[in-house]
């Protein structure tokens, strides 16, 4: 059965990432600058999602109801970066790669908060400078646990 026939919250995280990048692709390319915005910084949410599960409930053996309790309290894709991820990676192969996507997960939470929650309406050079940046967080996030793990590129369309 492939993803697309599960109902949304029968999906895997990885299933999540890949509808919400072909969902925003097409927002993208109807011109829809903001919602476009607003699905990469979802699907770099649910990355970390990705990363926060594997580490606690698959390397660490945390029960899945805490793991998802601690989620909700780290308050998306910014805190669950600096509460969780980088705590669980500390040490790890993967935790200089992580700490160099800071800038990276500050920029597109900025964004995505300033369309949601200020109303700001982007164009299509800051939308795709804003998917480009979740595109390469959300492969480096999720190619530590699905190595070859890549993303569609989405091509800049001139307004």
Same mark, same amino acid.
Do not use: D, N, S
């Given at each position: 059965m492939s993803y697309k026939s599960k109902a949304y919250e029968d999906r895997t995280d990885l299933e999540k990432i890949q509808s919400n990048w072909k969902k925003l692709s097409g927002l993208y390319q109807r !011109? $829809?600058?903001s919602s476009s915005v607003v699905r990469a910084a979802t699907a770099a949410e649910i990355a970390a999602n990705l990363v926060v599960r594997e580490e606690l409930e698959n *390397? !660490? +053996?945390i029960d899945s109801p805490f793991v998802n309790h601690l989620m909700i309290w780290a308050n998306g894709i910014q805190g669950k970066y600096q509460k969780?991820? =980088?705590a669980s990676v500390? +040490? !790890?192969p993967q935790e200089e790669s992580f700490k160099a996507l800071s800038s990276k997960i500050g920029k597109v939470n900025k964004r995505r908060n300033q369309i949601v929650h200020g +109303? *700001?309406?982007d164009n299509s050079e800051t939308a795709h400078e804003v998917i =480009? $940046?979740?595109k390469e967080l959300i492969q480096v996030l999720v190619g530590y646990y699905t190595p070859g793990f890549e993303l569609d590129d989405i091509l800049l369309i001139e307004e």
């Open positions: !011109k $829809e600058w *390397h !660490k +053996g969780l991820i =980088m500390k +040490g !790890k +109303g *700001h309406f =480009m $940046e979740a």
